[in-house]
């Protein structure tokens, strides 16, 4: 069985921003080959997992969805050897500075991000949070040099190394969301040696973070009979709204709201309070911001469910995450399939 630290690790460590996510995949396809009956890839390059089940054909089939895709950065102008930066994906800006990266240009280049001096700002920027237009990022070589090994339009990555704190948790850049491909491995070695009559798609999926292309394709393509989404959502600090995060170490989060099929959420439920797993309601009266986005509308619409690992610092190179949460979200998405049975369908009404 897969070590979730380690493997967590060289997950994160791993290039992998929106549609740039071929430096990850291979990570995931060695630790999923050996619990999978087959390993395939989307045209758009979301890998699929599948483990068939033990019903009589045809069998009902659910999707588990984790985006393996990060955010990140891309050079949007080259100046005098320095490189002008735009986002890919949403990122907390204000902790940019000081940030170690990799320039994925005709080579990998490590680089830093940079901002111009306090003293050279307009008075419009200074005393706030550095805009991205004052950042630059400098790999330390001679203009001619940058130029012959970077172009406009190439990926950077965040490039820390990850630090476990104490108490079982982890900090790094792309928790989000490799802290969930690391709980759908889990989930899939826990299935491995568990009879399920329903088949089952595991989908790493690609592009979450700017498009949802990963989520809409795979499920056209597999078309499946229900979809669950794990993703990471927002963990509390003292400084954040108890209404809007959820404590880290105390169990996932099930969201619920329009996205939210209301028989498998009182299903899941009931699987969580069996196996004694703690659960925290994250109500959501409007897109999840998660692949059930785009599952929830392929072809007639797949009945979904979202599950959450609290996150905190998201959208930064300085998330921080509990292992447990990723162990007990893999635990409970399996637990909930090894349940599903020939009839689960035909119980599966909207009553809200």
Known sequence: MTEILPFLKDLISAPGISGYELGVRPLIEKAWEPVTDKLSVSRLGSLHGFQQGTGPEPRPSILVAA?????????????????????????????????????????DLPGMIVPTPARLLPSSAQGIAMPLEYLLVDVGLLPEEVNSLVRVGDPISFAQPPIETAGETLVGHTLDDRAAIASLTHCLEILHSRPHVWDVWAVATVQEEVTTAGAFTSAFQLHPSLAVSIDVTFGSDPNSPSHLTFPMGKGPTLMWGPIVHPFLYKTINQVAEKLEIPLSLEPTPHYSATDSDAMLVVAEGIPNLVIGIPLRYMHTPVEMIALKDITRAGRLVAEFIAQLDEEFMDKLTWED
Request: aromatic share 4%; charged share 10%.
């Open 67 to 107: 985006h393996m895709d990060a955010i990140g950065l891309m050079v949007n102008a080259i100046i005098d050897g320095f490189l002008r930066i735009t986002t890919i994906g949403g990122i907390d800006t204000r902790v940019l500075p000081g940030q170690m990266v990799t320039v994925h240009g005709y080579q």
